[in-house]
């Protein structure tokens, strides 16, 4: 439970990698923290369980962002139980790259389904609370491949640029109620995904870096904590990159 009614945060997919980092870093700044995941449950316990660990609150909530239903009676219980969320982080995603006439309809429908819509979904079910509070701040985690177009990610690309999209429409919705939304687009950030590049593939890539090393999950998690903190107050409807300039 939430200990002397600390600011709440909720990061979807926070099992590992970007979302993990996430979840741990506000849990630092002070916010009870509850980690989404759809099926890695033990994966988030044991990141519940470092968090706990270092003095701090949290707490697991599974479900999966692309059925609505879920998305909407687990935001239900939170908030009854907790009140509005000052922070929601929309973290969730899946990449299944393939060239746009190799596409299958069901993996374009995955992708857009957790991707895009799951973090419609989610927006949805925390913004009536957050008006009501005439606080919030959601952070969208895109993708520098919603900005830049990447072959072979078709599908993931228009995800991720929908959901820009999504944010600046809600920004605009939501702004005189209080309620900020912003976007992060990560480049190449060193997770279990760009472990498994071969060397060549990541000397490719790097060569697209200006600053000629890939970033860490802990660089996007502090990104976040600025947007989750009353020092960002000002900022809504913005696109941050954290791609170490290979988009401009």
Known sequence: MNP??????????????????ISKRLARDGFHVILNYA???????????????????????????????????KFEALQTRHGALD?????????IDGLLLRLKNEDLDRTLDIDLKGAI?????AAKSMMRARKGSVIQISSVVGESGNAGQAAYAAAKSGLIGFSKSVA????SRGVRVNVVTPGYIETEMTGALTDAQKEAILRSVPLGFFGSTQDV??????LASPESRYLTGQVIGINGGMYM
Do not use: H, M, W
């Not at 002397?4 to 979302?19: D, E």
């Open 87 to 95: 922070v929601l982080v929309n973290n969730a995603g899946v990449t």
């Open 39 to 73: 099926t890695q449950e033990a994966r988030a316990r044991a990141v519940l369980d470092e968090i706990e660990a270092d003095g701090a609150s949290g707490e697991l909530c599974g479900f999966d962002v692309s059925l609505p239903a879920q998305v909407d009676e």
């Open 4 to 21: 002397q009614k600390k600011p709440l945060a909720l990061i979807t997919g926070a099992s590992r990698g970007i979302g993990a980092a």
């Open 221 to 226: 998690a502090s990104l976040v904590a600025y």
């Open 121 to 125: 979904y989610c927006t949805r079910a």
């Open 172 to 175: 605009k919705e939501l702004g």
